[in-house]
Every structure is written in structure tokens, then in C-alpha cells.
């Protein structure tokens, strides 16, 4: 058995508020833990995860249990761990290896821990627990991958046939990376600036690195904070779509002279980098909003520095010499280290994508080779119409003779 590992066990009434508030606000994932609680799909089960253990992982892990699985969870970062929760969930019942501030050692080790519970599912965000799975040979009857980075990888570990099992990628739902993508990273990459440094945002320049869903999401909450915003791409037609809903399109060579504060969310290595630190103005703020620490690079930062110092949590000073530039979360995502991730709202659509994805799985076991498979048109559809129901709404649906003229050449 794979023991808890936490921070304080005595944090755990705290954790147990924040689940509670969390469950509060997603009705649509305890809907479908009453759906199917008397089926128990998950019975006898095991579910190795490497998700960020926030409050809305909690009320994820905790509707999985209460459908049989047993739980093992590892964090999806280093700094994204909310010990408070990780302790109600050991509480709980829950196996959790996480503790934030962990080794990149550690982090790792946690991975290869929950895997050693030779899980039945596993869910992953980011990549690193499939590629370890791959690693150990481990073949599950299927997992799913939460985010944009983890597609790219278990599609490239599919194109080398490396993958053992299928793997949905829930990322890809409608009712994933349209609302958490674009909403949850827009409203929380913002949170976590806030919450370091209090800067006002009304009048500054805002340069935002890629114009993807978490991109366009972040660009249109900081207009509607009252930044003029500055967008910078490398596909042409983001790059198009970014000037025609009204955003400043540049060259970040350009955008690096005129910015107060970056914001990266490209998926991508080096995006802000030593040409582009020496063309910054003194006082310039950098936050990452993709999910690894490698978009803006912080060897370039290290090795141009004079000094540098902890001016207040998550804020680092690097001193240029005649300029000031400030990173905040160590250039790892912003909105989970410095703020308490995506808004339980989104995530609760995002994690019934998941326990649904995970119960097609099963249902489908055998059916399905080792390869990246979408959710279901259905089970999405299905998630959209529980959120709108979950919010007092209605709408319309066709008549016959408008299902029919959809159908139809006529007209
Ligand atoms: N990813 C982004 N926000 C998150 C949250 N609140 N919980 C889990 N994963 C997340």
C-alpha cells in the first residue's frame, strides 16, 4: 500500500473548508456522484492521478471514492499543492504523496509512487505520470490527460508507438478548453498576479506571449481590468484573430521594450529570453501561465543577473544592473502557485469530463487500442446541458421540421 505522504496532518480541518466550498460550487460533479452511486462504476478499482491537489481535485478524488476507486494521488507541480487539502484528503481515505515546495526529486518520485499501486485508470495533467507509466511498463485498462502540454506529449509518445494504453484527452472537450482554458486561466492567471504583487492593472501595458484558448482568455480579462494589451504569436492566423477582436499584435523583441507586465501562455520553451530581459524597462513583472517553467527562461535571468532577492512571497527581484525585473512563482504557473488555481466553477465541468471519460473507459475496456481518443460528443453535450441546468437556464431545442431542414439539401 502506498502510505500518505503531506506536509501536517493537522492541517486538515482547513482542507476539509476548502473542499466543502469547492463542492459547494460544483454542482455538476455531484450530480454525477448521485447518478451513479448505487452503480458504483469504480468498485474494486484503483486510479493513480497526478493532478495540482487543490480544493477542486479534493471534491474530484473524494466523488471517485465514494464511487469505489481507491486513490492515489501525486501533485502535478512542485508549488501547486495545497497541503491543507492534501491532509483532509489523507484523512479521507485518499493515498497522497504531495507537498508543496517538494524536490523536483521528490515530485518525481511521487509520480512513480501512486504508479507502483498498478492502477486500472489513471489521470494525469501535464504528461509526466503517462511518460513514467510508459516508462514502467505499466498497462492500465485506459487514463485521461487534463491539458494542452500533456496532449502534445502522449500524442507524440502515440506517434511512436510507445503509448500501453488509451488515453482520452479530456483537454480537448468543449466543455474543457472552452470555459477552463479561456475563463479559469483568464480570471485565475490574473488572481495570481494580484495576489503577489497588488499592481494595479488600469494603464498598463500588458504583453501576452501566445493567443490560444488560455492566451485569448488572459488578454480579455486584462482589457477588462483596463490594460492595453499587446499580443505576441508565431501562428498567423491566432495572430490574425488576436488583431481582429482588437488586441495589439508585435514581435516580442518589440513588445519587451514597452511592456510592464508579461504573461506567457504558449506551451513553449524560451519565450521570453536574455535579448529580450536587456530591452525591458526597470520594473518590468514576468508571470507564466503555461504549464511547465520554461517559457520564460530563468538560466537567462540567473546568468545576467547582479543579484537577486525575495521582495515578498512569489516575488523575486532580479537586479540587472541599472534595472529591476520581478518574476513572480519562480516562472512556474502563476495562477496555481501565487493564487489557488482555476475557480471551482470551471473545474467542476472539466472534472465531470473526467469522471465521465473514465467511465467510458471502463465501459468500453478491450474495445479501445493504445491510442489518444476525445471524450465522447455525448458525454460533453451532456456536461453543457447539467451546467446550464446547475445555473436556472433553458433553452430552446429544434422542432421536427427544423431537425429535418438541418438534414436536408432542400431548402
Ligand atoms: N488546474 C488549474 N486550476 C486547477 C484547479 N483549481 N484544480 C486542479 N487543477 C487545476
Redesign the pocket.
Known sequence: MVESRIKDSRLAPEGRKRVKWAEMHMPVLMRLKNKFIREKPFEDLRVSAC??V?K??GALVRVLKALGAEVFLAASNPLSTQDDVAAFLAEEGIHVVAKRGETSEEYFQAIESVLKANPDLTMD?GGDLTVKATEMGIKAVGGTEETTTGVIRIKALEREGKLLYPIIAVNNAETKWDFDNVH?TGQ?ALDGVLRATNILIAGKKVVVAGFGHVGRGIAIRTRGLGARVIVTEVDPIKALKAVMEGFDVMKMEEAAKIGDIFITATGNRDVIRGEHFRLMKDGAVLANAGHFNVEISVDDLERIKREKRLIRKNVVEYDLGGKRIYLLAEGRLV??VAA???PSEV?DMSFSDQVLALKYLLDNRGELEARVYELPRDLDCMVAEMKLKSMGIEIDSLTRDQREYLRSWRV
Open positions: 493532478l495540482h487543490t477542486e481535485t495533467d479559469g485565475s495562477n496555481l489557488e488555481g482555476h473545474m
